[in-house]
């Protein structure tokens, strides 16, 4: 397809500066002997360095095959593929995969090696020492949240479906390449997973700034992922590139708008994170509080209930004025456990609306890096932002309609 897409309106998410590459594909195309018709035909794009895309269609459209001739996993038939302006069609394919990472789904992990193993793979393959790989292997698995004390010596069989993932990702970023390509790599965990490790990898990209290629038939995902999104149809043909927040208001034609489908307003919510509304304080109090502290910290806020947070700072118990012990007694236990129904500061706002909906509270509390409480977000506060939003859409839809009957 020769349309080319247009450059992010803001560019990059904020962060660092980039440390990823340009990538551009020339009129790509892929032919298998004695098919009928190419799989891939002629696909051109600039993907900037530092930028997240993704490439979203309907299953057997090309988008996998489009992803896999980066790093020539397939060989294209027709075309080019520049990285930072070097022609890679030409060069040793070896020598290519090393420096770009690929993540795929079910994390294609080694079962015979450790976890560590694992992370260590290419850094060992390219010739780096035995203590610089030791230090990698620890800086990318605290990066991926996984602690290296717990987890270096595991195998894959001993992980949860997230955790691999985690260690799939970190084993993919292991050799600091520039290039990330993705291959549906949340597909097969379940949906409440597959949202944290999108948020995981939205913490990422804002530090690591790398060039990330993301394959997805998931809308939403590539809503809440991408800086731009490619929806293509049969064959890689691109029907729209642009960002998500274009593609949701100004779809190119019915095929986007059937990807796009109803409630464009609530999916524009996978464009605002937590950390961009305003986030209050709660009261909290520390596990270690007595009770006369807790009794002493509700009379002082004049509220009817505190957030019980542990010695690291992580939320664990909503505690309620009824919850205390009569006669007064020991407060472990007391309360509703947290049990992980927490945000992080990059989740979604849509995220957080489905949470506050999800425990009926009115409220969720918000999450930094390493789990610290940081403030709460409530149900008014979101609904603000629904309905911003809508009236945002009633302005577009205005202007649109001012502009028709002028030209009229």
């Known amino acids: 397809m020769r ?15 980039s440390h990823g590459a340009r990538i551009g594909l020339e009129n790509l195309s892929k032919r298998y002997p004695g098919a009928s018709g190419p799989s891939v035909e002629d696909v051109s794009m600039e993907i900037g360095a530092g930028e997240t895309v993704v490439l979203v269609g309907p299953s057997g459209c090309g988008k996998s095959t489009t992803l896999k001739m980066i790093n020539r996993l397939i060989e294209p038939t027709g075309g080019r593929i520049r990285i930072d302006g070097e022609d890679v069609t030409a060069i040793d394919p070896v020598r290519l995969r090393r420096k770009v990472g690929y993540a795929i789904q ?8 450790t976890v560590a193993q694992n992370i260590a793979l290419v850094p060992r393959m390219i010739g780096w020492s035995a203590a610089r790989i030791r230090d990698r292997v620890e800086e990318m698995l605290d990066l991926v949240g996984l602690d290296p004390g717990e987890f270096h010596d595991r195998y ?6 997230g955790q691999q993932q985690r260690v799939g990702v970190a084993r993919a970023l292991a050799a600091d390449p520039p290039v990330l390509l993705m291959d549906e790599p949340f597909g097969a ?4 997973t597959r949202d944290h490790l999108q948020d995981e990898l939205i913490r990422l990209q804002r530090e690591l700034r ?13 809503i809440k992922l991408a800086d731009r999104i490619a929806v293509l149809r049969e064959r890689s043909h691109i029907a729209q590139f642009d960002t998500p927040e274009a593609i949701l208001t100004h779809p190119a034609d019915d095929f986007v708008s059937g990807f796009v489908g109803a409630g464009a307003a609530l999916k524009r919510l996978n464009l605002t994170r937590v950390r961009d509304v ?3 304080a709660h009261p909290t109090v520390s596990v270690d509080d007595t009770l006369p502290d807790v009794v002493r910290r509700l009379d002082a806020c004049g509220r009817d ?13 909503w505690l309620r004025r009824a919850d205390l012990p009569d006669p007064p007694g020991p407060l472990d236990g007391a309360g509703t456990p947290v049990d992980g129904a927490t945000v992080g500061e990059d989740a979604t706002l849509r995220d957080a609306l489905e949470a506050v909906l999800t425990n009926g509270s009115g409220r969720v509390a918000v999450t930094g890096p390493q789990g610290e409480y940081t403030g709460v977000v409530d149900v008014g506060t979101l609904m603000d932002a629904v309905h911003e939003l809508l009236e945002d859409d009633r302005r577009r839809a205005g202007r649109d309609t001012d502009g028709q009957g002028w030209e009229g």
């Open 106 to 113: 079910s994390s294609g992990l080694f079962p015979h090696m």
């Open 156 to 161: 894959p069989r001993r992980l949860s479906g």
């Open 278 to 280: 305003r986030v209050v």
């Open 210 to 222: 790398k060039t990330i290629v993301f394959v997805t038939h998931d809308f939403d995902e590539a």
């Open 3 to 17: 349309r080319t897409g247009t450059a992010p309106r803001s560019g990059p998410r904020p962060g660092g500066r």
């Open 189 to 192: 965990v379940d949906p409440i």
């Open 305 to 317: 209930e505190v957030l019980v947070l542990d010695l690291s700072g992580r939320p664990r118990r």
